[in-house]
């Protein structure tokens, strides 16, 4: 059973800064996730995500980011699909 509610911070550097930040278990997964799938780092998506958010708090923005991710590269489990970059080109876009 996934615990929603379970949260756990983590101190990453972002933008340069030392900062915490407290997600739920799942989020960090996601994160780590993308950091994978994009050849990446948490600590450079959360750069990304810190630079493109508007008023949101970091740990909000973070949420939205993976949620969107996984919505746009939802595909069956197949990530690779015929026709697609692994390296998608709208995750800029989606780090609001």
């Given at each position: 059973?996934?615990?929603t509610g379970a949260r756990?911070?983590?101190?990453?550097?972002?933008?340069?800064?030392?900062?915490?930040?407290?997600?739920?278990?799942?989020?960090?997964?996601?994160?780590?996730?993308?950091?994978?799938?994009?050849?990446?780092?948490?600590?450079?998506?959360?750069?990304?995500?810190?630079?493109?958010?508007?008023?949101?708090?970091?740990?909000?923005?973070?949420?939205?980011?993976?949620?969107?991710?996984?919505?746009?590269?939802?595909?069956?489990?197949?990530?690779?699909?015929?026709?697609?970059?692994?390296?998608?080109?709208?995750?800029?876009?989606?780090?609001?």
């Amino acid at each position: 059973m996934l615990e929603t509610g379970a949260r756990a911070c983590r101190y990453i550097v972002v933008n340069g800064q030392r900062r915490a930040v407290r997600l739920e278990t799942a989020m960090w997964r996601g994160l780590g996730e993308i950091a994978l799938n994009e050849n990446t780092t948490i600590s450079a998506l959360c750069d990304l995500v810190d630079v493109n958010r508007s008023n949101a708090s970091l740990a909000s923005a973070l949420r939205v980011f993976v949620i969107s991710y996984h919505r746009l590269h939802d595909d069956g489990g197949d990530y690779e699909a015929p026709g697609r970059s692994r390296h998608d080109p709208s995750l800029r876009t989606i780090a609001l």
